[in-house]
């Protein structure tokens, strides 16, 4: 499969230029040259297929190129490590997918990708580089999935003080092959500084390097799995379900949108955001107008411009009119994150973590007539943001005595592209 640019269809890339560039060389993101219905033949025999068949089925035209069967299933076997359960309450269903090694839905992306960098570095004679943003959650997943692949090497960038203790601990904690810097900014600046390093000639020339930002085809493409894989155990798929996706940089949601375009039926879409409501506001009024980003509760949704937006806008035409009518938005405040968590532990006895929150809210607020029972994508384990959830809830909390380690082994930069590239330079 050739992919090509959003911003331009003529700046086409094989699956495997696409992947190690991350991004066009326009600055646009990578979208496939071909998206085609799945075989009905394949949705109505879902409920008789495994998850593996499942992944490979609908992986195999992504990504398959230059790779032999038992590559792929390497790969395939990798990523189907990661269980997807759904949970049920009442009128809706949690699809959790956060059983992989970070706890947070990132990790399907990120596992896909370490696994198909691995296999392509089987033959490769240089290292390759890869550079990542995040606001917390992806730099985790991604030192997770890469750790210890042979042949790789990982520089994860995040907003200082702007992570939870947990998060730098599984960012900064591993060592090897993994280097986790704290910069002086927002995850804008973050993620600027790794858009910059991409674009820049010198460290094009001296270094093979990639994304793993939610931008990459192999994080991105993978994440339409979960979707498939709810509507196989649900059971429901005579019926056009809702999914609601708590969204940040729009990858879950457009890989959701993806699925559908596959074949996944789907009726409604509902966006959850916290108070970064870039795509919300979109959606209400049709003006995209980024704002900078605010901290809030759901810290792996604060992202003030959305990139995966693109994509979004070349799945749905380009039309507000199309996306408005298939998407329904909502911001959800600091304030209702919280008592929608105290709400659902005072009925369920049920931690939820403040991303899933906001879908939970958004749900109540935003769907008042839905065919199907509404699926919420559960993008976090509670655990990882227990010292929220616990003070909101008013009970103790202890911390682990390891993470003070990840502050003591904290590397820092200040918000300046010259002094990281000399880094990337210097200390490859
Ligand atoms: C990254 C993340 C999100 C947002 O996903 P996007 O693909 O960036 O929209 C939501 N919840 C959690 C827990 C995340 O880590």
């Keep these: 499969m050739n992919y090509h640019s959003t911003r331009d269809i003529q700046q086409t890339a094989t699956t495997r230029k696409a992947v190690e560039h991350g991004l066009a060389m326009d600055g646009g993101l990578f979208v496939p040259e071909k998206i085609e219905l799945l075989p009905s033949s394949f949705w109505n025999n879902l409920q008789d297929m495994t998850y593996p068949e499942i992944a490979w089925t609908v992986m195999h035209p992504f990504f398959c190129e230059g790779l032999s069967h038992s590559s792929f299933q390497r790969i395939i076997d990798r990523v189907c490590t990661i269980p997807i359960p759904l949970s049920e309450y009442e009128d809706r269903t949690i699809v959790e997918l956060f059983h992989g090694p970070t706890m947070a839905f990132k990790d399907i992306g990120a596992t896909w990708m370490a696994a198909l960098l691995g296999e392509y570095q089987q033959e490769a004679d240089q290292d390759l580089h890869v550079l990542v943003a995040t606001s917390g959650d992806t730099g985790g997943a991604v030192a997770a999935a890469f750790y210890q692949i042979e042949g790789i090497r990982v520089t994860i960038l995040y907003p200082q003080n702007r992570v939870s203790l947990f998060q730098e601990q599984q960012m900064a904690g591993l060592g090897g092959n993994i280097r986790a810097i704290a910069v002086d900014g927002t995850f804008d600046d973050c993620q600027s500084l790794v858009k910059t390093a991409f674009q820049d000639q010198d460290l094009r020339r001296c270094l093979r390097m990639t994304s793993a930002n939610s931008i990459n085809i192999a994080r991105w493409i993978p994440q339409c799995l979960p979707y498939i894989e709810a509507?196989?155990?649900?059971?429901?798929?005579?019926?056009?379900?809702?999914?609601?996706?708590?969204?940040?940089?729009?990858?879950?949601?457009?890989?959701?949108?993806?699925?559908?375009?596959?074949?996944?039926?789907?009726?409604?879409?509902?966006?959850?955001?916290?108070?970064?409501?870039?795509?919300?506001?979109?959606?209400?009024?049709?003006?995209?107008?980024?704002?900078?980003?605010?901290?809030?509760?759901?810290?792996?949704?604060?992202?003030?411009?959305?990139?995966?937006?693109?994509?979004?806008?070349?799945?749905?035409?380009?039309?507000?009119?199309?996306?408005?009518?298939?998407?329904?938005?909502?911001?959800?405040?600091?304030?209702?994150?919280?008592?929608?968590?105290?709400?659902?532990?005072?009925?369920?006895?049920?931690?939820?973590?403040?991303?899933?929150?906001?879908?939970?809210?958004?749900?109540?607020?935003?769907?008042?007539?839905?065919?199907?029972?509404?699926?919420?994508?559960?993008?976090?384990?509670?655990?990882?943001?227990?010292?929220?959830?616990?003070?909101?809830?008013?009970?103790?909390?202890?911390?682990?005595?390891?993470?003070?380690?990840?502050?003591?082994?904290?590397?820092?930069?200040?918000?300046?592209?010259?002094?990281f590239k000399e880094m990337l330079l210097s200390e490859p």
């Excluded at 009119?321 to 659902?344: F, M, P, W």
């Excluded at 109540?364 to 029972?373: E, L, P, Q, S, T």
Aim: hydrophobic share 40%; aromatic share 8%; charged share 15%.
């Design 231 to 419: 509507i196989r155990q649900s059971r429901i798929h005579q019926e056009p379900c809702t999914f609601v996706v708590p969204c940040g940089n729009l990858g879950n949601l457009s890989a959701g949108l993806l699925a559908q375009a596959l074949g996944l039926p789907v009726s409604n879409w509902v966006a959850s955001s916290n108070a970064n409501d870039c795509f919300v506001r979109y959606l209400q009024n049709g003006i995209w107008s980024p704002k900078p980003t605010v901290h809030t509760l759901a810290s792996a949704m604060d992202v003030g411009l959305p990139n995966n937006m693109e994509r979004i806008h070349y799945l749905n035409g380009s039309t507000w009119n199309h996306s408005k009518d298939r998407i329904k938005g909502l911001s959800v405040s600091d304030k209702e994150i919280a008592s929608t968590i105290l709400q659902v532990f005072q009925q369920y006895g049920l931690k939820i973590d403040p991303h899933t929150a906001t879908a939970w809210y958004a749900l109540d607020k935003v769907v008042h007539h839905v065919g199907a029972r509404p699926m919420i994508m559960g993008t976090a384990h509670s655990s990882k943001f227990d010292e929220t959830i616990h003070s909101i809830l008013g009970l103790p909390h202890y911390k682990a005595a390891e993470i003070k380690y990840a502050a003591n082994k904290r590397k820092t930069m200040m918000n300046d592209f010259a002094w």
